[in-house]
């Protein structure tokens, strides 16, 4: 049988043909991945210094960046609490940054609402920078050059890691819409 | 890329006020996080049976972490295996290396008897350990500095108990759960320890720098009598920490004592020892104390 469009029942997210994208892969994978990225704390890596970037806030902002209106605005307040479970960060600082950041993004959306890759690496620097900076401030810790000094390389590596971060949600990205569901 | 065309609400009265409402609602959330924000930092203890819960809930994905991290340590031995000198030269440098500690606190300790034997006739015996623990974790993206350990009410811990290692004190528990506590370590900024110099009375107070140092402060100021290379031990003042055990080894004098790297690295520590108070009496009575003395007398 000859076959006109060899895409037609085959495409990279899988069989054309009986099948569905999974509601709760699609909406779930998102939320997993942030939660999960909050957990770094638990990595078996003891730190006398700041060092690891604050991978799960990361994750939400490329996700965000990546997928405008996947998850809502309101979506910092649950993943901050979580964040805030067990940062070390006092209780409420997540949720109040985590949403402050979210709001921040979709106000430069409706001033750029076009997309680049410079464009959202520079949004996620402008916002990853103060989040670190005002996270160490109301860390309660007492604040000296020393300190400020401390979460420099926290804050060079958080920026520089932050495309690598957003390739690696685009690959969650393709898994997410995977059809993966069967029809019948 | 545009952002998608379903966000933009058009003339739908339902999506407007959708919307319209997710945006209420992160504003409120802003408004909800500063003022649990304000509580926690007015109440520190606030939230600890929360976030203790969690922590247990948690705490497997960290043993496991830890006993990953002991694995992959025992494949790089294999590897090292063929490199024997190499490997054999690191471990008697490391072996070195405890051995300049230990030898400080037994002289420490010594310098303790000699001064305890001459004012009563009384010996300190070391206590036995609540607990032997894994250091499961740390806030290793927040700038404070605070660890987790696999160990929680269940065994014995309760806050306030220190925590060492066989390289010397690591910190001290901050919040027990069932099965894990969150220990505040020595470099957080909000930790301070009394210490003294191993060989002589150079009393001063250890205060973490979150860089991963710590900053002595002398109590009595003066000439600075500090050197690159003393080391210091606990002091026992305020009862909290057992006197003797190692701290850290001055690298950098400053006007009003020096800058010291810890002797215990907690990344490079495995299993920690929880040990009890080392007198809870005297800590109960300061603490009552303090408490007697903060009201203000009516006559």
Redesign the interface.
Known sequence: MERLNPQSRRDPYGSRINRRESTLLAYGLPWATILLGSLTPWLPIISPAPVLPPVGFLLLLAWRLLRPGLLPPWAGLPLGLFDDLYSGQPMGSGVLLFSLALIVIELIEFRFPWRNFWLDWLTAAGIIVPYIMAAALISGAELSPVQLMAIAPQILLSVVLFPIIARIVAMLDRLRLMRVRRID | ????A??RSGVNRKAQLGVFT??V??????V??????????LR?A??NG??TM??DA??P??IV??E??TGVKDVLDAIAGYYRAGSRNAQLEEEARIARVKLAEAEAIKQENARLKAVLALTTEDPRPVAVAR??????????????ISAGRNHGVRPGMPVTSPMGLIGRVLEAGAVSSRVL?L????SMVPVRRATDNVVAFAEG????SLRLRLVNLGINPIKPGDVFVTSGAGGLFRPGTAVAIATEITRDGAIAQ?LS???A?DVVVVEPIWQPEALEALQAHSLDASPVPTD
């Not at chain 2, 890329?1 to 998608?4: L, N, R």
């Not at chain 2, 909800?32 to 930092?41: C, Y």
């Not at chain 2, 720098?209 to 991963?212: A, H, I, L, Y």
């Open positions: 890329m545009t952002p998608p379903h966000r997710g945006y609602v992160a504003g409120l959330g802003v909800f996080g500063a003022a649990l924000l304000t509580i926690s930092l520190p606030t939230f929360l976030r969690a922590s948690a705490a994905i960290g972490g830890a990953g991290r250091l499961i974790g740390s806030t290793s993206s927040s700038a404070r500095r605070l660890g987790y370590l470099t957080d900024s909000e720098r979150s860089d991963g810890l690295n907690p990344a520590t």
